[in-house]
């Protein structure tokens, strides 16, 4: 079993930024950790995803502002999401592939708005 606890979301104005950050319960390292979100009436998409070898992947709406890292010493991902737009205004999520299964954080909330 594996715990995801996401910190970071909150209010920002349009071309703001902000940082999201997840950390997994595990001792043992978790290869892969991304980033999905989910707006109302949508369904959950991938945002960015990296690997413990810093192979990384992104979605098209987000490439060259969104930049996600990992500490693999800490099991823990960030997500650095700068020139924010409103339609990147969802509630996201964190997730990690483990041994087979995937684990999701409870969400947090991230609104673009003037």
């Known amino acids: 079993q594996v715990q995801l606890v996401e910190s970071g979301g909150g209010l920002v104005q349009p071309g703001g930024s902000l940082r999201l950050s997840c950390a997994a319960s595990?001792?043992?390292?978790?290869?892969?950790m991304g980033w999905y979100r989910q707006a109302p009436g949508e369904q959950r998409d991938l945002v960015a995803a990296?690997?413990?070898?810093?192979?990384?992947d992104y979605a098209d709406a987000v490439k060259g502002r969104f930049t996600i890292s990992k500490d693999n010493a800490k099991n823990t991902v960030y997500l650095q999401m700068n020139s924010l737009k409103p339609e990147d205004t969802a509630l996201y999520y964190c997730?990690?592939?483990?041994?087979?299964?995937?684990?999701w954080g409870q969400g947090t909330q991230v609104t673009v708005s003037s």
């Open positions: 595990s001792i043992f390292s978790i290869n892969t």
């Open positions: 990296i690997t413990s070898g810093g192979t990384t």
């Open positions: 997730n990690a592939f483990f041994r087979g299964f995937a684990y």
